[in-house]
């Protein structure tokens, strides 16, 4: 396979230029979820400049191509296109400077915050490589570009419209995210890699009053603060010390002014897991300690929980995880790690489930290895490196760009042999 592997990645030199300048231009122009039509359109022409059969449009704005080439196992490899709202303070010569104007008419920043251009360019670099060397390999290839993955929706919408049927059953589908760490790094793991992840919007009620006559009311302020920290001791008392899992309430919401009790109060927090047993002890622990606080206050009605977004569990399966792992071993020598568990969250795993395919996802580094080196020794990795979703996160060109295309090409031809 290395022989291979070499051959096919022979054509990086030629392409590399083109690869950052498709970057750059990606990083320029992010879109939201749903709305990646230019991005899209991108990805279909390059596909389709290297004689791939496109289909356009899956779930939105999700981009299919194959290419067929001989007898073979079918290798899936996917990349998500969409970014987030948030204004990038980046300083780079092709920072995006985009924004949208949301429902509300509001005009909101668009940035490629999470590395998503990353995984689009490096995708595109791998399938025109494949499509460049088609005497290295035997079998079918086939590169999948998913919409609003931040929204955690997008895979499904594919799979919803028909992918299964659109595409040919894949032996195994490949997935890859570029992370806070150093460039040239790649990191795979079998088993539990990202967790599951729940945003719930919970609303209690009380009966408002004037603040100077409170035995008129339920305070719903009280019960939000009661349950908050109550909300506290769910992870730290209910689950195992071996047991990962983060509750973390992000937002906090009552009334209107300082002298009046408002009638409710609403909370919104978000739950990370990584197992289906933690995922509903801990969801059922939040229902619980919610009830009965407003039970014990006397809250006039029940609480409403509403889940308003969820992503499943990442675990890789264990074979296609190894045989991955091997490949980079040989290619990439001591760059290639096992990584940590990560508390990041995707939908892509609802592509393989679909289909009754095992998968495997792994992760490569982004950050200047010098950068990295730095803060290491200095102890201050959390403080000196942008994370994901951050307005300063901005992966180096190289090694990322050629790691993620060597990854990538080198995971797929694990599977299609000569």
């Known amino acids: ?29 992010p879109e939201l979820g749903f709305g990646e039509h230019r991005t899209a359109k991108k990805a279909a022409d390059a596909l389709r400049a290297c004689g791939y059969d496109v289909t356009e449009g899956i779930g939105g704005t999700g981009v299919l191509g194959v290419l067929a080439n001989g007898d073979g196992p079918v290798v899936m490899a996917r990349a998500d296109m969409d970014a987030l709202p948030v204004r990038e303070q980046t300083g780079l010569p092709y920072a995006s400077e985009v924004t949208v104007t949301d429902r509300d008419g509001a005009e ?6 999470c590395g998503h251009d990353v995984h689009v360019t490096c995708l595109t670099g791998c399938a025109r490589l494949m499509a460049e060397a088609k005497d290295a390999w035997r079998g079918t290839f086939v590169a999948l570009f998913q919409p609003s993955e931040e929204n955690g929706d997008g895979a499904e919408a594919m799979v919803d419209d028909g ?16 992370l806070p760490l150093p460039a040239g790094y790649v990191g795979t793991r079998p088993g539990s890699f990202l967790s599951a992840a729940d945003s719930l919007r919970i609303t209690v009620h009380g009966r408002g009053a004037h603040g100077s006559m ?6 719903p302020v009280v019960m939000a603060a009661m349950i908050v920290v109550r909300l506290q001791t769910v992870v730290s008392r209910e689950l195992a010390a071996t047991t990962p899992a983060v509750l973390t309430v992000g937002s906090v919401h009552a009334g209107s002014g300082p002298n009046v009790i408002p009638d409710k109060a609403v909370i919104q927090l978000n739950v990370r897991t990584y197992d289906d ?16 606080e407003c039970e014990a206050s006397r809250a006039p009605k029940a609480p409403e929980i509403q889940r308003t977004s969820s992503f499943p569990p990442t675990v890789n399966d264990e074979a296609p995880t190894r045989r991955v792992a091997d490949a ?21 795993s609802e592509i393989p489930k679909a289909f009754g395919v095992p998968f495997t996802y792994w ?8 950068r990295y080196a730095e803060a290491a020794r200095n102890g201050t990795v959390a403080q000196d490196v942008p994370v994901n979703h951050s ?5 180096v060109l190289q090694p990322t760009l050629d790691t993620g295309v060597s990854a990538m090409t080198v995971a797929a031809l694990a599977w299609l042999g000569a």
Request: aromatic letters at 4%; proline letters at 7%.
């Open 1 to 29: 396979m290395t022989d291979r592997a070499t051959t096919v990645l022979s054509g990086l030199d030629a392409i590399r230029s083109g690869l950052e300048d498709l970057y750059k231009d990606l990083h320029s122009h």
């Open 108 to 113: 909101q920043p668009v940035m490629h915050a």
């Open 163 to 178: 992918l299964t049927s659109r595409s040919p059953t894949p032996d195994v589908v490949l997935a890859q995210h570029v």
């Open 214 to 219: 409170p035995q008129a009311a339920v305070d």
């Open 277 to 292: 047993a933690s995922r509903s002890q801990v969801l059922d622990a939040i229902e619980r300690i919610v009830t009965a």
């Open 328 to 348: 980079f071993a040989a290619h990439f020598g001591d760059d290639a790690h096992t990584i940590d568990l990560q508390t990041a969250s995707e939908d892509m």
């Open 363 to 370: 992760g490569i580094g982004g950050i200047d290895p010098d």
């Open 391 to 395: 307005p300063t996160f901005a992966p």
